[in-house]
């Protein structure tokens, strides 16, 4: 491809401007460095987007949301853009034996992240050329800030195609924080080998963190590096090889060429035209084609066509005057392998609306996608693991089911635009007319009638109501009060529907836990029999404020024969309930309810400063009306006052590690999962701490305070009654 020219690797430029800077979303501060993989994809390490995040920095779960701001240095200018974590290898320690110990561990694999940048088409940012790290090699690395002073120079030591160590020479700038995730520059080559990790500090005084006096048997300026041939690696494993493989030449070969050929020499037959509409195609790919006179020949446009997968939809987009040659190209497009059916201009739109979405509606793209594909055998990739990336570049590569349109042609509907119609009909008003216009332009240009849409869109209403209406599932209510040390009364009630039915029991009898136990698992045995959709009937716990962190999941008892133990909170999904500080709070009693009705949309809240006051508290709750799950992850005491705090304003779902004093695992790894599914994921932590509780610490508790089902008033004699 002549006239077409991408721009590709540089190896000319000057390096420094390879630096991408990544800041902190609390303070602006720099966190670390990156550079760019390709079009709109910088490679940085993961710990660093962990601390642009305010995670911990050695935390495995992909972020679920959170935007990272991105500065790009020109020569006479910098650029800032907005990036969203397109693929991600968390760290892992070398053993492969949970999170990396950063206390402990002096090496790790994986910690790579693959920002997704939002870089108009008409921009350029530069990428390096690449090389394999190799022992010998002299290298320079910039600081995060750029600043022309901030270089380190090293040479490799030792590398092993995973890890490359790499020294410093003794006078100038050492490599150090903020140094992470930049890129290593071979000036022999002019080429990028690896990014920095980690660098190794010399002996600090454990209790002021200040370096001791310098002995000559200390390590000095050593650090460690991804040599990019671990970079490709890694990366390949994790889906993102098309980054860094690029895409084999368009050939004649592609069934195609040929046609588009013709159609764009019928189309387009004077060399202007083809010029015009060649720059007008370009343009939104950030492709470069001159300006001298010259056309490219329709052979060269066709090559285009093939090449950029969403080239075809950007010619439509430019010729969508001309509506014959617009089907004749949709008709021929699909033909190619390489076709993706959405412009560049759509692509960014779609995922600029979905990143707008509330984390809790975005967890539940794997579910709208199977609600919205029943009949797909099977996806690319697996919609409860893949990131919104990948998912959706699957679903573009889905052909959608067809019907039968009023004049009996068979009408199309594309996956993706399907699964929109999901999306949207569980979004807010706002959100909703906005996807909804979003899929009615890209029906429009696919020829795609409105009445075929709207067949689509009355599915995704019918399935919205039907969700909305069904009920969850049958719950076992249980009410625990401490008798005497170690032993509880307890008062059963089941709901399958229909409201709590108490089960006859000695009110005077006290248990223990593990007999409290072989009594719940009884009747849970028979409350799961009778399920007719096997759905685990869910253990909802009754207690006043003295008893929220009773470990009721962990009573256990073994059956009958002895054999296979029975942990409450393992088998089926426990929560804890506290009406009683509700009940006291009646004034918060409408915002419950209202919180509850936005289980879907509202926001998440996060509590992790020690130092918080319930004051405090209190006011970015009445601030924020919206949230309806709170983390709190603080020590003991303050965390107690402000679960309370919470369940009494109404916030109706909270989750805390009992057993943690701040820097919960626990709670990290639950605030991954979407607020209707904490009850069985919370359980799915419990269960992996019976088979791992080194890789699975804590000890979580989850409250929910369900608005829509009733529990029984305990203050009553009669305990049937409820409210």
Avoid at 111 to 125: K, N, T
Avoid at 667 to 689: F, M, Q, W
């Amino acid at each position: 491809m002549d006239w077409f020219t991408a721009p590709g690797p540089s190896g000319s430029a000057d390096p420094q401007r390879f630096v991408v800077s990544l800041l902190r979303a609390d303070d602006g501060r720099t966190a670390g460095a990156g550079v760019m993989l390709a079009a709109g994809h910088l490679l940085t390490c993961a710990h660093v987007v962990n601390d642009a995040l305010g995670r911990h920095m050695f935390t495995t779960g992909r972020p679920a949301r959170g935007t990272v701001m991105v500065v790009v240095h020109g020569a006479n200018s910098t650029r800032r853009y907005a990036g969203r974590v397109a693929h991600w290898v968390a760290p892992r320690r070398l053993d492969g034996q949970g999170p990396v110990r950063e206390d402990r561990d002096q090496e790790w694999l994986g910690d790579l992240a693959v920002l997704r940048l939002e870089v108009p088409g008409s921009e350029q940012v530069a990428v390096p050329e690449r090389r394999r790290m190799a022992e010998g090699q002299s290298l320079r690395a910039w600081h995060a800030t750029n600043l022309r002073s901030s270089f380190a120079d090293v040479r490799v030591k030792t590398c092993d195609d995973v890890i490359g160590y790499v020294d410093g020479e003794p006078m100038g700038m050492p490599i150090g924080p903020a140094y992470s995730g930049g890129p290593v520059w071979w000036g022999a080559e002019r080429a990028v080998v690896g990014i920095v990790a980690a660098h190794i500090m010399p002996p600090a005084d454990p209790a002021t963190g200040r370096p001791y006096a310098f002995s000559s048997q200390d390590i000095a300026r050593r650090s460690w590096c991804i040599p990019w041939q671990r970079v490709e690696d890694e990366l390949r494993a994790a889906g993102a090889g098309h980054l860094i493989d690029p895409l084999p030449a368009a050939t004649d070969d592609d069934p195609a060429v040929e046609l588009l050929t013709d159609l764009v020499e019928a189309a387009l037959p004077s060399p202007v035209l083809r010029a015009d509409t060649g720059r007008a195609v370009a343009e939104r790919f950030g492709l470069a084609a001159p300006r001298d006179g010259s056309a490219p020949t329709p052979g060269e446009f066709a090559r285009l066509l093939v090449g950029e997968p969403r080239a075809i939809a950007a010619l439509t987009e430019v010729l969508r005057q001309d509506p014959d040659v617009v089907a004749h190209l949709l008709t021929v497009g699909p033909l190619s392998p390489t076709y993706r059916f959405l412009s560049p201009r759509e692509y960014r739109k779609l995922h600029t609306l979905l990143d707008a979405l509330p984390e809790q509606l975005l967890d539940r793209l794997p579910e709208m996608v199977r609600a919205a594909l029943p009949l797909a055998a099977s996806l690319p990739v697996d919609p409860g693991s893949a990131g919104v990336d990948a998912l959706l570049d699957a679903l573009e590569c889905l052909q959608g089911d067809s019907r039968a349109s009023a004049d009996g042609q068979d009408v199309r509907v594309p996956a993706l635009l399907r699964v929109v119609e999901y999306v949207a009909v569980l979004g807010s008003s706002a959100q909703r007319a906005d996807l909804r216009l979003w899929n009615d332009g890209v029906a429009a240009r696919l020829g795609i009638p409105r009445s075929a849409l709207g067949e689509r869109r009355s599915d995704a209403g019918e399935w919205a109501a039907a969700v909305a209406s069904t009920g969850g599932p049958a719950r076992l209510l249980a009410h625990v009060v401490r008798a005497d040390g170690d032993r509880f009364r307890l008062r059963i009630w089941c709901d399958e529907g229909a409201g709590p039915r108490q089960v006859p029991s000695d009110g005077g009898a006290t248990y223990s836990g593990t007999e409290a136990a072989g009594e719940l698992l009884r009747v849970l045995e028979s409350l799961y029999r009778n399920d007719h959709e096997g759905r685990r009937p869910l253990v909802e716990v009754l207690v006043d404020r003295a008893g929220l962190n009773l470990p009721i999941d962990e009573w256990e008892c073994f059956g009958p024969d002895g054999v296979v133990p029975g942990v409450l909170g393992a088998e089926y999904p426990v929560v804890v309930n506290c009406p009683e500080l509700l009940r006291r709070n009646e004034r918060f009693l409408p915002d419950w309810r209202r919180r509850w009705r936005q289980l879907d949309t509202g926001t998440s809240l996060r509590f992790d400063d020690a130092a918080a006051q319930p004051r405090e508290v209190y006011g970015t709750l009445l601030d924020r009306l919206d949230a309806v799950r709170v983390s709190v992850d603080v020590p003991p005491r303050p965390r107690d006052e402000i679960v309370q705090v919470c369940l009494a304003m109404g916030v109706p779902v909270v989750v805390w590690d009992r057993s943690g004093s701040g820097g919960s695992a626990a709670v990290e790894h639950i605030s991954r999962v979407a607020t209707r599914r904490l009850p069985e994921g919370v359980r799915s932590y419990r269960a992996k701490s019976v088979h791992g509780p080194e890789q699975f610490p804590g000890r979580p508790v989850l409250a929910w305070a369900d608005a829509d089902r009733t529990v029984p008033q305990l203050q009553l004699s009669e305990p049937q009654e409820t409210r």
